[in-house]
């Protein structure tokens, strides 16, 4: 296969699913390797690149929601969650903890396939982000973001507290400094999810991030709003 083949990555503990979906995916001209558990898919992430994920729910030891949640606050890579149960909590909690999709099991391998395909193609259109060490520091205006300790201090050293939401938006702009940025992009990046139906939570965190680090919230200088485009990181960013 071509070195730029899409390489699936599937975590399921019954084996005959797994197996038989590894195959489909490989007649369709996929790469795809199949593992039981999410001790297993951790291993195969450090020894391989994996453009994706599908990842069973409910599994012995780890389950799939830990194991999400977990490739979020470390990987950039997509996942699709697999569950036997179709109820609309356990939808809402799976793209919650950053899934990029969910199908109900019984399942057709082309509808997942088409998924999959529709997942890579959203995923690789969002721009690259520079990158940055885990344990670093991000450096713009007069702010110092520590990673590690997810924690905004001003030139003076104070800290300012940053909620989740807030934090993920802010190190999403200064991963990708000076490039303009949609809401649906936004959204896939400091949200963990699309949807134009979740807009105006881009808008309300947004607004809430220039509140803590504008001089002048009505006249920001920092994220500026590209109208018809989204918004842009305009400062300088460096680590530190």
Not at 178 to 187: D, G, H, I, S
Request: glycine content about 6%.
């Amino acid at each position: 296969m071509a070195p730029d083949t899409p390489h699936i990555l599937i975590v399921d503990d019954h084996r005959e699913i797994r197996e038989s979906l590894a195959q489909f995916l490989r007649k369709q001209g996929r790469r795809a390797t199949p593992v039981e558990s999410a001790e297993a898919a951790r291993i195969a992430i450090k020894k391989e690149r994996i453009d994706l994920v599908i990842l069973d729910i409910m599994m012995p030891g780890e389950d799939g929601l830990s194991l999400c949640r977990s490739l979020r606050e470390s990987e950039q890579i997509p996942v699709i969650l697999l569950s036997a149960r179709a109820e609309e909590l356990d939808r809402i909690i799976g793209l919650e903890v950053g899934a990029d999709d969910y199908v109900v099991k019984p399942f057709n391998p082309r509808e997942l396939l088409a998924r999959i395909d529709a997942v890579l193609r959203r995923t690789h259109a969002l721009p690259p982000k520079t990158q940055t060490p885990a344990g670093g520091a991000l450096r713009f205006d007069r702010w110092t973001l520590n990673l590690a300790a997810r924690e905004l201090l001003d030139e003076r050293g104070q800290s300012f507290e940053l909620s989740t939401g807030e934090y993920r938006m802010l190190l999403t702009f200064l991963q990708r400094p000076r490039t303009v940025l949609t809401r649906a992009q936004l959204l896939d990046l400091a949200f963990d999810r699309g949807g134009d139906v979740f807009d105006r939570a881009v808008d309300t965190q947004i607004s809430r991030l220039r509140r803590k680090i504008e001089a002048d919230p009505r006249a920001p200088k920092l994220i500026k709003t590209v109208w018809g485009g989204g918004y842009v990181f305009s400062a300088q960013v460096e680590q530190v």
